[in-house]
């Protein structure tokens, strides 16, 4: 019998002034990047969560704690790829993953098949099984003011 699981995932950053811009593992031209602890890349933390959602594994803060000072401005894919081998210890594939980033500004479809890409890379399967698309915040909210970035995902895992 294979067992099949779905996770989902969130999060959201503020844009600060003196970071760089880092989503799906890709600097990105802009004047603010996110603040946080590590990269601060929404993308792949909500990739992140749904996996280990899926797994009954928790979220990122449980495994990758902000007071721990190893994760200091640490690239979200080396997160990823941590994650990814703790899916393959339990005995999970991915089935694939769909994510949105919400965000105002700046202009990212030029940037999806790069972060794609790059994604799939840490995750180990073909690009047709990672989705990224992004809308805008329609000037609602934080992110509609321009002083946020948020990203959601969700995934599908199984185990025969």
């Known amino acids: 019998m294979t067992v099949v699981r779905v996770g989902c995932g969130w999060d959201i950053h503020p844009l600060v002034a003196g970071r760089k811009l880092i989503l799906g593992g890709l600097e990105i031209p802009h004047h603010k990047g996110l603040q946080g602890h590590s990269d601060s890349d929404a993308l792949v933390h909500a990739i992140c ?3 280990l959602g899926a797994m009954g594994e928790g979220d990122l803060g449980r495994h990758y704690p902000s007071s721990d000072q190893r994760f ?3 690239s979200s ?3 990823l790829e941590d994650v990814v081998g703790k899916l393959r210890a339990k005995g ?3 089935g694939n993953v769909d ?5 105002q500004a700046p202009r990212l479809s030029p940037h999806l098949a790069t972060m794609q890409k790059n ?3 840490v ?3 073909d690009p047709d099984l990672v989705n ?3 809308k805008s915040g329609e000037g609602l909210d934080a992110v509609g003011r321009e002083e946020a970035v948020a990203a959601q995902a969700v995934c599908l895992i199984e185990r025969a």
């Open 119 to 121: 994604i799939a890379e």
């Open 99 to 103: 994510s949105t980033i919400i965000a």
């Open 123 to 125: 995750l180990q399967v």
């Open 92 to 94: 999970y594939r991915l």
């Open 49 to 51: 969560d749904a996996l």
């Open 77 to 79: 894919l080396k997160l």
């Open 132 to 134: 990224v698309k992004v």
């Open 72 to 74: 200091k401005n640490i």
